[in-house]
C-alpha cells in the first residue's frame, strides 16, 4: 500500500522560507515521477513542480519558477520542496504525488494515482 506523508508546513511571514518534506513507501521510489501540488480555498489544485525518477530533470509551473526547488533523496524515499520569498498568495495545502516515471505528463494532476494527505502552508502579510 502507497503512503506518501507531507510534513514541513506551518505559518510563516511573508518572505520566509520553508522546506516541505514527503516520505513515501511502499513502492519502489526510484521508479517513480513525484511532484507537488496545492489547492488553495475556493481553487482548483494546481501544479507547482516535478522531478523524474533519479532527479535528472526537474518542471515547475512557470509563475513559480525561481522562487520553489524540487529535489529527491531515493536512498531515504523522500522528495522535498524548497520554498523562498513566500508570498500570501502561497497559502494553500501543498500535496506530495506519485506516478511511475514513463516521461511525460508530469504537470497533469489526473497522472498521478497516488496522493498524500497534504500539509498546510499559510504566509501572513
Known amino acids: 500500500q502507497v503512503q506518501l506523508v507531507e510534513s514541513g508546513g506551518g505559518l510563516v511571514q511573508a518572505g520566509a522560507s520553508l522546506r516541505l518534506s514527503c516520505a513515501a513507501s511502499g513502492l519502489t521510489f526510484s521508479n517513480y515521477a513525484m511532484a507537488w501540488f496545492r489547492q488553495a480555498p475556493g481553487k482548483e489544485r494546481e501544479f507547482i513542480s516535478a522531478i523524474t525518477w533519479n532527479g535528472g530533470f526537474a518542471y515547475y509551473a512557470d509563475s513559480l519558477k525561481g522562487r520553489f526547488t524540487i529535489s529527491r533523496d531515493n536512498a531515504n524515499n523522500t522528495v522535498y520542496l524548497q520554498m523562498s520569498s513566500l508570498k500570501p498568495e502561497d497559502t494553500a495545502l501543498y500535496y506530495c504525488?506519485?506516478?511511475?516515471?514513463?516521461?511525460?505528463?508530469?504537470?497533469?494532476?489526473?497522472?498521478?494515482?497516488?496522493w498524500g494527505q497534504g500539509t498546510q502552508v499559510t504566509v501572513s502579510s
Open positions: 504525488a506519485a506516478k511511475r516515471d514513463y516521461r511525460a505528463a508530469y504537470g497533469y494532476r489526473d497522472a498521478y494515482p497516488y
